[in-house]
């Protein structure tokens, strides 16, 4: 990619009009984009040197300038990700304020993501995501799987807040949107080697062309390897690893003006080692004659990433295979109005042992593997009038099917005079969830610089579940083998509105007031594991209201450019899983919670080449109720040690300070440099607020190099993370009523790469 300046924009990405219009579908744009382009002169070029690009987005369905949209997005593109050093979705923590995203507890494939405090706070299958994951406007149904690498991303778009009138699935906090290449868009290649320490190699390829007028096609890859960053010092073994092969194939159609089909194919694997975190709190055995036993203290101070783990070489780790296919099409029916229509059919199959006590016990180590099938249509009918008023209506299905096999393995738990007593608990269920949606969302320019935009969005979804449960003791307590099983089906309506007001006050300063309602099925516990659980097993519904108002704003020289968004929302029926005794792990809607916010995002170009950015994001999250059994003095189980002070992966502050810098080398080309440094508050990573599953306040600095060849057909890039090497948990698993497992997941260690690429 031709980099006109180096630059870094928080939520902004620095792009052209035509490059981002382009990405994001708009025929007209593409159409410009495929005829030869005069080069640019001399002082077109200094011109373009002075102002920071135009930044276009799609987040209501349709490429729109991020500067005139009533809704708080941030945006990034193919370099400014590369900028960002994210090898993964990942990769965006820091980038975007009030947000969450880290690899989830225990998984080399899930990805745990918290916006303004809503999220997935069990990694559970049973459970609905909070925030929205596409691809290309297909929507992805499960945490498991979306650790996404990124090489063949043309843009990522964060959008902040409820979202249900414009997009495929209801979300109570946010979505994010991946669109990928366009064949007819990115004629041409590259090809990428990376190389760091950590035994880090990658490898990244894309290719695109036509084949005529009407017909292009493209196929990217990655292969991403790295030994790990955590080691068992005795035996040398190496875990937190990578090992990931990725494949996408696109093949586009365009018989004539007024119809463009595409056509993706992918395919992800992935084979790797145990994803180990740290014991923080003493493991506990239970013997019968001897009481309570402590077999390890809980780990202080910084982190050495040295672990241990019950599970032995060969065949115990982390696999994954993820496939899928969309077909979208659009057909311009006359001038104003266009059909969309989005298929798609994905599986996802994963198998992992996952040592949640993190120690050479066997406390709490589990086998889950799932096999998830999952087929969604989506029809649009979008409507423009060429002037002040564009609509979307739209009808959602998806059927997904998601049965999962799962070993809890505990032979250490119990003993009886010091002899452990085995355990062993099997479980086969079955999840079949149908949804089925129509929405409606319409903007109207009402009088001159003044739009009301409206949109409303109804909800069915049907659960099926099937589950069966069988515990095996080891003697003395043979005797006590047992199976439950139950069977439950239900379906949850709602109806979700929202609504804004936006005010261009100049060509340069827009503001809006807005009001979205979200909505987050019910469902099962996915833990019902004694009878009692199976007959309190179905939870309900969550609900969401978010008020916002907001700024944008560009200066008349387009040298500077910024967002303020402020918000309230109102969060009710939590669904928080909670320990209660050993084995027994209800799931209440619990909670009501009041959160609250500002969100600030800007860039500045100093001087020609110098672009400076930031982003600022306050939450406030609190609990205004929280309705727990446990801490109720007459519950026989009753825990002091649990609150609910803290609202999790919830920090107060977030925010990030980006500086960069690009040197003219003449006829050798270009050289950039960047630096960013990025602050997160104390965060809490557990519902029941355990002490010692919370990080403290904590800074990260990350620096890159970028040379370009005077015809930009290679790029050298160096880097490296966490400059600091600041030692920091990320994620953790709370499961103290077994064993006292309380186990924190780190982020990387300091780590630095090199890679090439060329492009053709």
Not at 243 to 254: C, E, I, M, N, S
Not at 273 to 296: E, H, I, K, N
Not at 333 to 358: C, E, G, M, P, V
Request: glycine share 8%; aromatic share 12%; charged share 20%.
């Amino acid at each position: 990619m031709k980099r006109k300046h180096l630059s870094l924009a928080i939520g902004c990405v620095l792009l052209s009009p035509a490059a981002w219009a382009q990405q994001a579908g708009d025929p007209v744009a593409q159409d410009a984009q495929v005829q030869a382009q005069p080069p640019a002169t001399s002082a077109q070029a200094d011109a373009d040197a002075r102002t920071l690009d135009t930044v276009t987005v799609t987040a209501r369905r349709r490429t729109e300038s991020i500067q005139d949209v009533p809704v708080a997005v941030s945006a990034f593109g193919e370099e400014q990700l590369a900028d960002l050093q994210a090898s993964d979705i990942s990769g965006l923590q820091g980038a975007v304020p009030n947000m969450n995203m880290v690899q989830g507890r225990g998984s080399a494939n899930s990805v745990n993501v918290f916006i303004r405090g809503i999220g997935q706070p069990d990694a559970l299958q049973t459970f609905d995501p909070g925030v929205g994951m596409y691809v290309d406007d297909v929507y992805y149904s499960r945490i498991n799987g979306a650790m996404f690498s990124l090489f063949d991303i043309q843009q990522v778009e964060v959008l902040r807040g409820p979202q249900g009138t414009l997009y495929g699935k209801n979300s109570t906090g946010g979505a994010i949107k991946l669109t990928t290449k366009n064949p007819f868009d990115n004629e041409g290649g590259s090809f990428e080697l990376t190389a760091g320490d950590h035994g880090r190699n990658e490898a990244r390829f894309y290719a695109s062309g036509k084949f005529s007028d009407t017909l292009a096609a493209s196929i990217a890859g990655a292969s991403i390897r790295n030994d790990g960053y955590v080691r068992d010092a005795a035996t040398g073994r190496h875990f937190n690893n990578d090992d990931t092969q990725a494949l996408r194939a696109k093949l586009a159609f365009a018989p004539s003006d007024n119809f463009r089909a595409t056509l993706s194919l992918d395919h992800t694997e992935q084979d790797v080692a145990l994803t180990l975190g740290r014991p923080m709190a003493p493991l506990r055995q239970t013997d019968l004659a001897l009481g309570v036993v402590v077999l390890q203290p809980g780990e202080t101070g910084d982190w050495d990433y040295r672990a241990r783990t019950s599970f032995g070489p060969p065949g115990h780790g982390q696999t994954l295979e993820h496939s899928g296919g969309s077909l979208s099409m659009e057909w311009d029916i006359n001038s104003q109005w266009l059909f969309k229509s989005i298929s798609s059919y994905r599986k996802l199959r994963t198998h992992s042992f996952i040592d949640i006590d993190a120690s050479e016990f066997e406390l709490g180590d589990v086998l889950v593997a799932l096999d998830q099938k999952q087929a969604s249509q989506e029809f649009q009918l979008q409507y423009d009038n060429g002037s002040n008023l564009h609509a979307t209506f739209g009808a959602y299905y998806m059927r997904e099917n998601v049965p999962s096999y799962q070993e809890a393995y505990a032979d250490d738990l119990f003993a009886l005079a010091g002899m452990p007593i085995s355990f062993l608990r099997t479980i086969d269920d079955d999840l079949t969830t149908t949804s089925v949606a129509a929405f409606a969302h319409a903007s109207w320019e009402f009088v001159p610089t003044w739009t009301l935009a409206a949109g409303v969005r109804w909800t069915r979804d049907n659960k099926e579940y099937d589950r069966s449960t069988s515990t095996f003791w080891g003697a003395p307590f043979g005797a006590l083998n047992e199976t439950v099983a139950f069977r439950a089906e239900h379906d949850w309506t709602a109806v979700t509105p929202s609504v804004s007001l936006q005010k261009a006050f100049s060509d340069n300063l827009m503001g809006y007031v807005s009001a979205n309602r979200g909505f987050k099925s019910g469902g099962f516990n996915g833990r019902a594991n004694t009878v009692y659980d199976t007959q309190h097993a179905q939870f309900d519904p969550e609900y969401v209201w978010t008020y916002e108002v907001g700024l944008k704003a560009s200066s008349t020289d387009k040298r500077l450019r910024g967002s303020v968004a402020a918000f309230k929302s109102d969060y009710s029926d939590f669904q928080a899983r909670v320990s209660q005794d050993v084995g027994t792990f209800p799931v209440l809607n619990a909670a009501e919670l009041d959160i609250q916010g500002i969100e600030l995002e800007g860039s500045a170009l100093l001087g020609e080449s110098t672009t400076l950015s930031a982003q600022v994001g306050w939450l406030d999250a609190k609990y205004k109720k929280f309705d727990d059994f446990r801490l109720d003095p007459s519950y026989p189980g009753y825990d002091p040690t649990v609150n609910h002070d803290h609202v999790p992966f919830s920090p107060k502050v977030t925010a990030r300070l980006a500086l960069q810098h690009s040197f003219s080398l003449g006829d050798s080309g270009t050289l950039g440099v960047g630096g960013d440094v990025s602050y997160r508050d104390k965060t809490w990573l557990s519902v029941d607020n355990r002490d010692v599953l919370s990080q403290d306040a904590y800074t990260l600095v990350g620096l890159f190099g970028v040379w370009d060849s005077p015809q930009y057909s290679w790029q050298v890039r160096a880097g490296v993370r966490n400059l600091t090497d600041k030692n920091y948990k990320t994620e953790g698993q709370e499961f103290a009523s077994v064993g006292n497992i309380q186990t924190a997941y780190y982020g990387l260690p300091r780590n630095w790469y090199i890679s090439a690429r060329y492009n053709f």
